[in-house]
């Protein structure tokens, strides 16, 4: 059996209380992450537990009118199913977009031009560019009535794009089904926030006149159903921003995986030493 000299034990000793720091410091972060709770994570803390029934005014909602690079879909049906395929056929292009899951998909329609224009079979070259789809739907009409009798038009965006990115279940670029989208609509299709998501301070990004604009939201105050921005448009970003208690687990696994470095490298040189000596 091996003796060591005291010198030699010392040196162990020293060794050993190298690396119990970082082992207590591991062992003490993780505990603290794992007993805290993120706070803050109830929508609409302004409404008391207590309370049967409230009332809020809600924002006024303002149709999105028709950009360059829209995609609409225009559906024009006749008393002949032969002259309304010929009216139809021309939805067939194919646009790359994003489903709810976020995988490709192909979506039909009008491509707005950089002039603001569409192209319809028979009815020819329409202004469409800062127009609701109720404007056009009206003039495709009109229009429609001078070749067929009593046509029925439906006009929609099937490109109404929405950007949820951050912490939420499932970040990605949605298509919505409709144009009436609400800020809770969005995040609803994205899976609702995580844990980890800041509820306080949302952010939307939106594209104004060729600049970039910047909204806060707190999804903890009814308030948010009174903001001019609670009704999204079309090319909106919204960004959840991450909590404390994100950068903390962030932060404990960095630790640990320190520690654990740290503890193993302490251990292989206690059993080199003991071979050594």
Not at 34 to 60: H, R
Not at 75 to 92: F, M, S, V
Not at 127 to 149: I, P
Not at 228 to 255: F, M, W
């Given at each position: 059996m091996k003796v060591f000299t005291r010198e030699q034990r010392a040196r162990l000793c020293m060794m050993k209380k190298r690396g119990w720091p970082w082992l207590m410091i591991g062992i003490v972060s993780m505990c603290l992450f794992a007993c805290s709770a993120p706070k803050n994570i109830t929508y609409f803390k302004d409404i008391p537990d207590s309370l049967g029934s409230k009332e809020i005014e809600q924002?006024?909602?303002?149709?999105?009118?028709?950009q360059v690079d829209d995609i609409l879909q225009v559906n024009i049906q006749t008393l002949d199913p032969g002259a309304?395929?010929?009216l139809n056929q021309q939805n067939a292009p194919s646009w790359p977009s994003a489903g709810v899951t976020g995988g490709p998909a192909n979506i039909s329609g009008y491509l707005v031009d950089k002039d603001g224009n569409i192209v319809l079979p028979l009815i020819g070259k329409m202004q469409v560019k800062g127009k609701s789809t109720e404007e056009v739907r009206l003039a495709v009409t009109e229009k429609a009535t001078q070749f067929y009798k009593d046509p029925v038009v439906n006009v929609r965006f099937v490109n109404f794009k929405i950007t949820v990115l951050?912490?939420?279940?499932r970040p990605s670029t949605y298509v919505m089904p409709n144009e009436k989208v609400?800020?809770?609509?969005?995040i609803g299709m994205a899976g609702d926030l995580t844990i980890y998501g800041k509820r306080e301070n949302i952010l939307l990004i939106r594209d104004k006149d060729g600049k970039?604009?910047?909204?806060?939201?707190?999804l903890n105050n009814t308030n948010l159903f009174t903001s001019p921005y609670y009704y999204l448009q079309q090319g909106d970003v919204v960004y959840v921003?991450?909590?404390?208690?994100?950068?903390?687990s962030t932060d404990a696994?960095?630790?640990?995986?320190?520690?654990i470095i740290?503890?193993?490298?302490?251990?292989?040189?206690v059993i080199l030493t003991r071979v050594k000596f």
């Amino acid at each position: 059996m091996k003796v060591f000299t005291r010198e030699q034990r010392a040196r162990l000793c020293m060794m050993k209380k190298r690396g119990w720091p970082w082992l207590m410091i591991g062992i003490v972060s993780m505990c603290l992450f794992a007993c805290s709770a993120p706070k803050n994570i109830t929508y609409f803390k302004d409404i008391p537990d207590s309370l049967g029934s409230k009332e809020i005014e809600q924002a006024l909602y303002k149709t999105p009118l028709i950009q360059v690079d829209d995609i609409l879909q225009v559906n024009i049906q006749t008393l002949d199913p032969g002259a309304t395929a010929l009216l139809n056929q021309q939805n067939a292009p194919s646009w790359p977009s994003a489903g709810v899951t976020g995988g490709p998909a192909n979506i039909s329609g009008y491509l707005v031009d950089k002039d603001g224009n569409i192209v319809l079979p028979l009815i020819g070259k329409m202004q469409v560019k800062g127009k609701s789809t109720e404007e056009v739907r009206l003039a495709v009409t009109e229009k429609a009535t001078q070749f067929y009798k009593d046509p029925v038009v439906n006009v929609r965006f099937v490109n109404f794009k929405i950007t949820v990115l951050g912490e939420v279940a499932r970040p990605s670029t949605y298509v919505m089904p409709n144009e009436k989208v609400t800020l809770l609509d969005a995040i609803g299709m994205a899976g609702d926030l995580t844990i980890y998501g800041k509820r306080e301070n949302i952010l939307l990004i939106r594209d104004k006149d060729g600049k970039k604009e910047f909204v806060r939201f707190n999804l903890n105050n009814t308030n948010l159903f009174t903001s001019p921005y609670y009704y999204l448009q079309q090319g909106d970003v919204v960004y959840v921003e991450p909590n404390k208690s994100k950068i903390v687990s962030t932060d404990a696994s960095r630790l640990k995986n320190i520690t654990i470095i740290t503890s193993a490298i302490t251990l292989l040189v206690v059993i080199l030493t003991r071979v050594k000596f």
